[in-house]
């Protein structure tokens, strides 16, 4: 017997955004079922050739390097990213179920461990949280998926992988640190995802100065072939209320049966963000102001053995500097048994403004802040890039 956890799931994403838990998605095998609860494992192997090559842009060459040239590999988690994990729950015989989800990501080109915080920990870094889940709704606590990031996984064509992604030119983060949500049952399609966090990442701090402290709040609508969901977050470290980081996002789709429709809007400014920028690089942050937008197609070919999908993705920034750019994606799915297994191809391009510094990046998680990256969409490599592996799911 597959798990499913009974709550809708919500959008969210993590170095500002924040927390969804996921619903389950994933089947995996029962390890245990009685009267105690069930346990299953479940996991994505994903890999592939990855080819990229173009200049970095600005950044780069202020730098002292612009990263020209072309790079071929075979990596890991190109469409999804690899992991495996263990999820569970028992029924409590009051109403309420006992659940809990522990996620580590892999890398099945080298068996390392991804998604590593800056000390290097990694397990378990996709997720890790317990909760509990009745008529009222469900509340977890731990490490869990962030609201901004798992909107735009939800309505991006490329579900936030591939070289066509357009999470990695926006700035994401992944997961956040200690918190806690709430997430509503569902009325007649609408629900929605309530949350906060302590530290937004990493443990909190003595007398918790400079913690970053966020609150989310995710209300969805999913009803016939509509899908929309907003996303309201706020970002303050504590002691620094001058700096708080605002951030809206709107996302939506709709499946019309031939194809369907994709959407993404989102505003990210902080505060008073003029005193610490002089328009230079060496002061700049992806996160001081922008917009970005995304309009995306998917459809069903082949009947339901394949799917084609494409994207246009703008990023506007708002600063003096102007380090804006444009990214177009193209691709497509092949699958060879129902959905758990499949091939992609895929191919994008990025136009950079001149001061740009979007690169190509299939794993936005790999260089996202509250994974050890840097969280800056130079955090790939050229503007050309092409993919092609295969992803299997147990």
């Known amino acids: 017997m597959n798990i499913t956890f009974h709550a809708p799931l919500c959008a969210g994403a993590a170095l500002l955004a924040c927390l969804s838990p996921l619903a389950a998605a994933e089947g995996g095998f029962t390890l245990v079922d009685g009267d105690k609860g069930s346990l299953s494992i479940y996991g994505t192997l994903d890999g592939g050739l990855l080819s990229r090559s173009g200049e970095n842009g600005a950044y780069a060459a202020q730098a002292g390097t612009r990263f020209a040239g072309h790079k071929s590999e075979l990596a890991s988690g190109l469409e999804s990213e690899s992991r495996i994990g263990l999820k569970g729950s028992r029924d409590l015989r009051n109403g309420l179920t006992a659940l809990f989800q522990l996620e580590a990501g892999i890398a099945i080109d080298d068996g390392k461990s991804t998604l590593s915080d800056a000390e290097g920990n990694s397990v378990f870094r996709r997720k890790s949280f317990v909760g509990l889940a009745g008529s009222m709704g469900t509340v977890v606590f731990g490490r869990i998926d962030g609201g901004r990031y798992s909107v735009a996984g939800k309505y991006d064509p490329f579900a ?235």
């Not at 994008?348 to 510094?357: D, P, R, T, V, Y």
Request: aromatic letters at 12%.
């Open 160 to 394: 936030n992988g591939t070289v066509a992604n357009m999470a990695s030119i926006q700035v994401h983060g992944t997961r956040a640190d200690n918190a806690v949500a709430y997430i509503s049952p569902s009325w007649n399609g609408l629900s929605f995802l309530a949350a906060y966090t302590t530290s937004l990442v990493g443990q909190e701090s003595p007398g918790n100065k400079g913690d970053g402290r966020l609150w989310a709040f995710i209300p969805s609508y999913s009803k016939g072939g509509l899908d929309l969901t907003l996303d309201i977050e706020q970002l303050q470290a504590k002691g620094s209320e001058e700096h708080k980081l605002n951030i809206l996002v709107a996302g939506g789709a709709y499946d019309f049966g031939p194809v369907k429709v994709h959407a993404y809007w989102e505003s990210i400014k902080t505060d008073n963000y003029k005193e610490v920028f002089d328009g230079t690089f060496a002061t700049y942050n992806a996160l001081l102001n922008h917009r970005s937008w995304m309009l995306g197609l998917s459809a069903p070919v082949l009947g339901d053995k394949a799917r084609l999908r494409a994207s246009y993705v703008a990023l506007d920034d708002k600063t003096s500097l102007d380090a804006s750019c444009r990214k177009w994606g193209l691709g497509g799915v092949y699958y060879l048994a129902e959905r758990s297994t499949y091939v992609y191809a895929d191919v994008a391009k990025i136009n950079n403004s001149a001061n740009g510094i979007c690169s190509i990046q299939p794993n936005p998680a790999r260089t996202a802040v509250d994974s050890g990256g840097v969280g800056s969409p130079a955090g790939g490599y050229g503007t050309t890039g092409f993919d092609f592996g295969i992803s299997h799911s147990f």
